[in-house]
């Protein structure tokens, strides 16, 4: 045994919480996200409605939201398989109320007006900041060809702002890639003057 195995601590497994988000493309043109969140604890625990075994579940959560191209939300099932306390499985169906949102800047809000504190689940809610991201990876690339094959049948076209340009370092109006792939958005020194 190795000095720093000797004064590692040992550790004891408590709990495990995986988010799995899945993008499809439907048939009909239209996207789904499904999101899952699983919370799974390592040793058994007394809950106030119950004791939930070593491995056992606290939750099972799923929501399915299907997109358009325009990312708008045209319909959202949530399902709560299974909680700690009987009450939660009530309010799943309050995230129909997210038809009509678009995917963008200002979702997050939007979703906290309709569906957050006691207008809905803590982790449904939650569940659906990782679903917008699978979303917008799950349909740039198309979206990235429709651009592509505009430029070649529209003389003239020319692409709009993208969308993630000012919304990270990276992607930053006075930075490297957007310099290289969008030279028309580029702004130098504009991140100098936060």
Request: glycine content about 10%; some cysteine.
């Amino acid at each position: 045994m190795t000095d720093d195995e000797a004064t590692t601590p040992v550790r004891q497994l408590l709990h495990t919480r995986t988010v799995t988000c899945t993008g499809y493309l439907r048939s009909d043109g239209l996207f789904d996200i499904e999101g899952r969140l699983l919370d799974i604890k390592g040793r058994e625990t007394e809950m106030p409605f119950g004791t939930i075994e070593a491995g056992g579940a606290l939750h099972q959560m799923v929501i399915v939201m299907t997109v358009d191209a325009n990312l708008v939300i045209q319909q959202v099932e949530a399902r709560s398989e299974i909680t700690p306390a009987p009450m939660c499985k009530q309010i799943s169906h309050a995230y129909a109320a997210l038809k009509g949102l678009k995917i963008g800047a200002g979702f997050k809000q939007r979703v906290a007006e309709r569906v957050g504190g006691e207008r809905g689940c803590t982790h449904l809610t939650e569940l659906l900041g990782p679903m917008a991201t699978t979303l917008i990876q799950t349909t740039a690339p198309l979206l990235r060809e429709q651009l592509r094959l505009r430029e070649t049948r529209e003389p003239g076209f020319k692409r709009p702002k993208h969308w993630v340009i000012g919304t990270c370092h990276t992607y930053r109006t006075d930075g490297e890639a957007v310099r290289t792939l969008w030279p028309d958005h580029y702004e130098p020194g504009t991140s100098e003057k936060d």
